[in-house]
């Protein structure tokens, strides 16, 4: 069974421009929720998707957005990049989102805003 | 708003020594709490997830502690080996995933 697959693994752009990462969750979930990680900050919540609907979302500001599809796979998107967006960007899946399951998690996006 | 502290923030150990790694939080108000590790560049494995109704769960050499009323974790790892060297992150989870500062670990020969 494939595991959570992020694309692509590493990412350079400057700031003003925009940026679409994605997420394929594991064959079956229908979950995906994303995070930020950075060195100052540590691992952030950002939103969570479920039937192509947005369930929950972190403290971050609107540039950052997201959408799911009707097969899962999630995309996220941040407008008008600044330096400090440069992190890791991780996503889990799991089968339901429900809080007490278990969530597996893709190796991430190293994003980097020069 | 809830806040998670671990400590240390690293340490270093020799092969074969038992250890055990703190998690204080803020808000007891939580359904559960969860421990996970991670590698360098990737992202994470979940390793324990325990309820709010429970005080231990245990996985191999892993055990995990929760006591609400204190607002404290332990992760316990037995007989540490160098495979297991990682930076260890617990989370407690109210609607969404509230992330510690981690603990970076390595276990040396």
């Known amino acids: 069974k494939a595991g959570v697959t992020q694309t692509p693994r590493y990412l350079i752009k400057t700031r003003g421009q925009q940026v679409t990462l994605s997420c394929s969750p594991i064959?079956?979930?229908?979950?995906v929720s994303w995070y930020q990680q950075t060195p100052g900050q540590g691992l952030q919540f950002l939103f969570e998707y479920f039937s192509e609907t947005q369930r929950n979302k972190g403290n971050f500001p609107g540039r950052f957005s997201g959408r799911q599809f009707s097969n899962s796979r999630s995309e996220m998107n941040v407008s008008t990049l600044e330096l400090g967006d440069s992190a890791l960007y991780l996503c889990?899946?799991?089968?339901?989102?429900?809080?007490?399951?278990?969530?597996?998690f893709g190796s991430g996006t190293q994003l980097s805003v020069l | 708003k809830q806040e998670v502290t671990q400590i240390p923030a690293a340490l270093s150990v020799p092969e074969g020594e038992n250890l055990v790694l703190n998690c204080s939080f803020t808000?007891?108000?939580?359904?559960?709490l969860q421990w996970f590790r991670q590698d360098p560049g990737k992202g994470l494995t979940s390793l324990l997830l325990i309820q709010s109704s429970q005080r231990e769960q245990t996985s191999g050499r892993l055990n995990a502690s929760l006591d609400k009323s204190s607002g404290r974790s332990t992760l316990y790892i037995a007989a540490s080996q160098p495979g297991d060297s990682a930076t260890y992150l617990c989370a407690t989870n109210t609607d969404k995933l509230i992330f510690g500062t981690g603990t970076r670990l390595q276990v040396f020969p």
């Open positions: 808000d007891s108000a939580i359904y559960n």
């Open positions: 889990a899946s799991s089968l339901l989102g429900y809080l007490d399951e278990k969530l597996f």
């Open positions: 064959s079956g979930h229908r979950s």
